[in-house]
């Protein structure tokens, strides 16, 4: 007996060391090919901008988005079919997707995986080139990528220094009809951690500052770990949100209000950040999201037509506030310290699974895998792959240096 309790430990500890080992390779053989590819995919797109210079911007626009989606499916391929990764979607979410239109994705922001999700929804919609971001103006800094991702439509903005003109400049860009767009924006402005005390503390005196009423009484985040500890209450506009910011939604609506067919407002949950004791913790990040941490992970889309959405700015603020109302209300059903409702909420809500099939994500793993293969095993190739990424870099970086985008 003993020695058959012996056998059975033995094989557990075995059966825990090749599971972190493969989450280990995962991890490392994954963020080698997706930001190793970037030099290949460098010269893929100045092949294709080199020969689309004398056509129309929609054209070549219509090139890119073909490419943006052919590296988004790599990433696909890591981040959701190597992790099996289980989706499910509520709301509007079938019907919507099956619509081929241009919308302003509008979504809650709690994790660097947050524009991973995007491509997951815009990639069962069937627009995952469209997709284009309002980011933060330190992303400019990824080498290669940095660059293209301006050239491929997103917008740069400068937090405490926003330029409206340089925002309005870039939003210009995307009006033409013929370039359909997925524009994902934060209204929050920075990511939401339960145990981030200082981030929640300045959300609530914006909402002070713009008089935007209390909800409710909720307790004070403290940091310990990756889980936060509440103890204090205390009021509280928002429990599961930050305040949203409403000037880069409402610039966006205002330029592009004509181009969008609706606003999509998506709320997402992580599974497995609330603990046994019922406290939320913060959500999972992109390393333990790549070594298979979240196994499931909750998206709900409402479809809000345009026609629904003001165009003033201090009628969109109270419109968007009462819109992060409706999905704090929304998140207390993923949220809450009740283990049986958080397990029964697929049921309760009508989730349905929506997987992804294989080679809608295979086939952009071979493609680049293919693609490098006359970098790595040519002397020229090698020479090329290091040249275009040195002199790759130093030139995007000088391009956007003089160019000023934000």
């Keep these: 007996m003993a020695k058959i309790l012996f056998m059975k430990d033995f094989l557990g500890k075995i059966c825990t060391l090749w599971t972190t080992f493969v989450q280990f390779m995962r991890y490392v053989v994954g963020s080698a090919m997706m930001i190793g590819v970037a030099p290949e995919y460098l010269a893929v797109w100045l092949v294709w901008r080199g020969a689309s210079l004398v056509l129309p911007s929609w054209i070549y626009q219509w090139g890119d988005d073909k490419l943006y989606s052919l590296y988004q499916r790599l990433v696909l391929f890591f981040f959701e079919t190597c992790t099996r990764l289980e989706v499910v979607?509520?709301?509007?979410?079938?019907?919507?997707?099956?619509?081929?239109?241009?919308?302003?994705?509008?979504?809650?922001?709690?994790?660097?995986?947050?524009?991973?999700?995007?491509d997951m929804v815009s990639v069962r919609g069937g627009s995952l080139g469209h997709l284009r971001y309002v980011m933060k103006n330190t992303l400019q800094l990824i080498p290669l990528y940095g660059h293209y991702f301006y050239t491929h439509g997103c917008i740069y903005v400068r937090r405490g220094n926003f330029n409206q003109d340089k925002m309005i400049d870039a939003l210009d860009y995307l009006k033409n009809p013929k370039i359909p767009t997925w524009l994902v924006i934060f209204p929050e402005g920075t990511r939401y951690y339960p145990?981030?005390?200082?981030?929640?503390?300045?959300?609530?005196?914006?909402?002070?500052?713009?008089?935007?009423?209390?909800?409710?009484?909720?307790?004070?985040?403290?940091?310990?770990?990756?889980?936060?500890?509440?103890?204090?209450?205390?009021?509280?506009?928002?429990?599961?949100h930050l305040v949203p910011k409403v000037r880069g939604t409402w610039l966006v609506t205002k330029q592009l209000h004509d181009k969008f067919d609706a606003i999509y407002d998506v709320s997402v949950f992580y599974e497995g950040t609330v603990n046994e004791e019922g406290v939320r913790g913060n959500a999972p990040q992109l390393i333990g999201f790549l070594m298979g941490k979240c196994k499931k992970v909750h998206i709900h889309i409402r479809r809000i037509p345009m026609s629904e959405v003001p165009r003033e700015e201090e009628e969109l603020r109270l419109w968007l506030h009462n819109l992060y109302l409706e999905k704090d209300q929304l998140a207390e059903n993923f949220f809450t310290p009740d283990s049986e409702k958080r397990n029964a909420v697929k049921e309760?809500?009508?989730g349905c699974?929506?997987?992804?099939?294989?080679?809608?994500?295979?086939?952009?793993?071979?493609?680049?895998?293919?693609?490098?293969?006359?970098?790595?095993?040519?002397?020229?190739?090698?020479?090329?792959?290091?040249?275009?990424?040195?002199?790759?870099?130093?030139?995007?970086?000088?391009?956007?240096?003089?160019?000023?985008?934000?």
């Design 353 to 406: 699974k929506s997987p992804l099939k294989l080679w809608s994500t295979l086939s952009s793993f071979l493609f680049f895998s293919v693609l490098s293969v006359p970098f790595i095993c040519t002397k020229l190739g090698r020479q090329m792959y290091l040249q275009l990424l040195f002199y790759g870099s130093l030139g995007s970086y000088g391009w956007l240096v003089v160019r000023n985008v934000c």
């Design 89 to 118: 979607m509520y709301g509007d979410a079938e019907d919507a997707l099956k619509k081929r239109e241009s919308v302003l994705y509008l979504a809650n922001h709690q994790s660097t995986v947050d524009w991973l999700v995007a």
């Design 348 to 350: 309760r809500l009508n």
């Design 195 to 240: 145990g981030s005390p200082d981030v929640i503390k300045k959300s609530e005196e914006y909402a002070v500052e713009h008089n935007l009423p209390a909800i409710g009484t909720v307790t004070a985040a403290k940091e310990d770990a990756k889980v936060s500890v509440r103890k204090c209450p205390e009021k509280t506009v928002l429990k599961h």
